[in-house]
C-alpha cells in the first residue's frame, strides 16, 4: 500500500523551460512534504520542504505547491537547467518519513 | 565538514556470509535511519534509531540487524537470512529537534553478490 506516489517514473524537460514534478500521498496526517534529488552513485540531498499548513514554499529557482484537499503536491523548477538532471523524491513526514519512488528528470539541450 | 561518511562504497559478499556496513555521522543528530534502494523502487527503510542504545524496526527489517552503541555510528549487519540482499544501501540522519527533521543522507554502500 503506497502511500506516497510518484506516477511518472520519468520526465523530459527543454532547458530554460518549467519543471513540474508531481506527487500524490493518501494519508491526511502527515505533518510536512519534502523533496530530495539524487544523483547517481550519491545519496539524496534535501531540497525543498512544506509544512501541511501552507500551500506554497518558494526558494529560488524551486517552488513546492501543496494542495490538500486533492492530497497532491508539486515541485515546480524554473528556469530547468542541465544540472536539474537527476531523480527526485516526493517524501511525507509524521511519525516517520515515507518515500515516493521517484521521478528522473532529463534536461534536454 | 559535517556530514555522513558511510563504508565501504563497494562490499561484495559471498552466499551464507554476514557482512557489515558502516555509518558515521558528526552532525550530532539523534536519529539515524537505514534504507534500502532497489532499481525502480523508492526507499525502503530497514531499521532506525532515535536515540543511544534503542532501534526500531522499519518496514523491511527481515534479514538485517543493527545497533546504536554510540550517537555517531549506526552499522548495519546484511545477514545470511536476508536472501536478496544485492541493492544499494543509504544511511541518514536527522535532528529530532527540526519540526521538519530533513533527512542527511551519506554517499551509500553498494552490496553485490558474489
Known amino acids: 500500500d503506497q502511500q506516497v506516489k510518484q506516477n511518472s517514473p520519468s520526465l523530459s524537460v527543454q532547458e530554460g523551460r518549467i519543471s513540474i514534478l508531481n506527487c500524490d500521498y493518501t494519508?491526511?496526517?502527515?505533518?510536512?512534504f519534502l523533496w530530495y534529488k539524487k544523483y547517481p552513485a550519491e545519496g539524496p540531498t534535501f531540497l525543498i520542504s512544506?509544512?501541511?499548513?501552507?500551500d506554497k514554499n518558494e526558494d529560488g529557482r524551486f517552488t513546492v505547491f501543496l494542495n490538500k484537499s486533492a492530497k497532491h503536491l508539486s515541485l515546480h523548477i524554473v528556469p530547468s537547467q542541465p544540472g536539474d538532471s537527476a531523480v527526485y523524491f516526493c517524501?511525507?513526514?509524521?511519525?516517520?518519513?515515507?518515500f515516493g519512488k521517484g521521478t528522473r528528470l532529463h534536461i534536454l539541450p | 565538514d559535517g556530514g555522513i561518511t558511510q563504508s565501504p562504497k563497494y562490499l561484495f559478499r559471498k552466499e551464507g556470509q554476514n557482512v557489515t556496513l558502516s555509518c558515521e555521522q558528526n552532525?550530532?543528530?539523534?536519529?539515524m535511519y537505514w534504507y534500502r534502494q532497489d532499481p525502480g523502487q523508492g526507499l525502503r527503510l530497514i531499521y532506525y534509531?532515535?536515540?543511544?542504545?534503542?532501534?526500531q524496526k522499519g518496514d523491511i527489517a527481515e534479514g538485517y540487524s543493527v545497533s546504536r552503541e554510540k550517537k555517531e555510528s549506526f552499522p548495519l549487519t546484511v545477514t545470511s537470512a536476508q536472501k536478496n540482499p544485492t541493492a544499494f544501501y543509504l544511511c541518514?540522519?536527522?535532528?529530532?529537534?527540526?519540526?521538519?527533521?530533513?533527512?542527511?543522507f551519506g554517499d551509500g554502500t553498494r552490496l553485490s553478490i558474489l
Open positions: 552532525l550530532n543528530h539523534d536519529a
Open positions: 541518514a540522519s536527522s535532528d529530532l529537534d527540526s519540526q521538519c527533521q530533513p533527512q542527511h
Open positions: 494519508n491526511s496526517m502527515f505533518d510536512y
Open positions: 512544506i509544512s501541511s499548513i501552507k
Open positions: 517524501a511525507a513526514s509524521g511519525d516517520k518519513i515515507i
Open positions: 534509531s532515535q536515540i543511544v542504545n534503542d532501534f
